[in-house]
């Protein structure tokens, strides 16, 4: 990846990625509190992609479950738009989960709003599945697990498996 650089956050990125993230909906826009504590304390497991100019033009924040050692999450990724479509978004997933795999983790989640269809062809793509919990309701044409984030907050499950 010679115009681009993926690298491990530094807690100084969070100014950074704070505002990326208003430019991705419809991905929800976290407290910037969010991006400082993931910059700070999930650093081995959030990335960031540069620019040759060493400009940040995305991220990804995830992180190993201190409970599960076992299973990752990850919470957001975003590239900005006039950087979408180059592959971006599937190399910074592609280091999270070597990153995953390095450290003995054997699965992965993520939620998804059922009206993100972008997300959802995306992570389809990668081979993540379906894997809801609880009650289901149907949105969007999708089974999804009701109130998995609060009230009415209903959301897609997925998981892949780490070879």
């Known amino acids: 990846m010679s115009k681009y650089n993926i690298r491990n956050t530094v807690e100084e990125d969070f100014l950074d990625i704070a505002e990326i993230s208003s430019f991705c909906p419809p991905m929800i ?10 910059t700070k304390f999930f650093k081995s497991t959030s990335l960031v992609i540069e620019n040759k100019d060493k400009k940040i033009i995305g991220f990804l924040v995830g992180f190993i479950s201190p409970d ?4 990752g999450y990850l919470h957001q990724l975003c590239i900005v738009s006039p950087w979408r479509k180059k592959g971006l978004a599937q190399n910074l997933v592609e280091e999270f989960l070597n990153i995953l795999r390095k450290n003995g983790c054997k699965k992965v989640h993520l939620i ?14 990668l081979e ?11 949105v969007n044409g999708f089974k999804t697990s009701k109130n998995y984030d609060g009230p009415g907050e209903h959301k897609l499950i997925y998981t892949k498996i780490l070879d």
């Open 68 to 71: 599960n050692p076992q299973e």
């Open 112 to 125: 998804i709003n059922p009206g993100n269809k972008k997300a959802l062809n995306f992570y389809k793509k």
């Open 128 to 138: 993540f599945q379906i894997n809801n919990k609880g009650k289901e309701i149907i």
């Open 29 to 38: 826009n976290e407290r910037n509190s969010i991006y400082h504590i993931f």
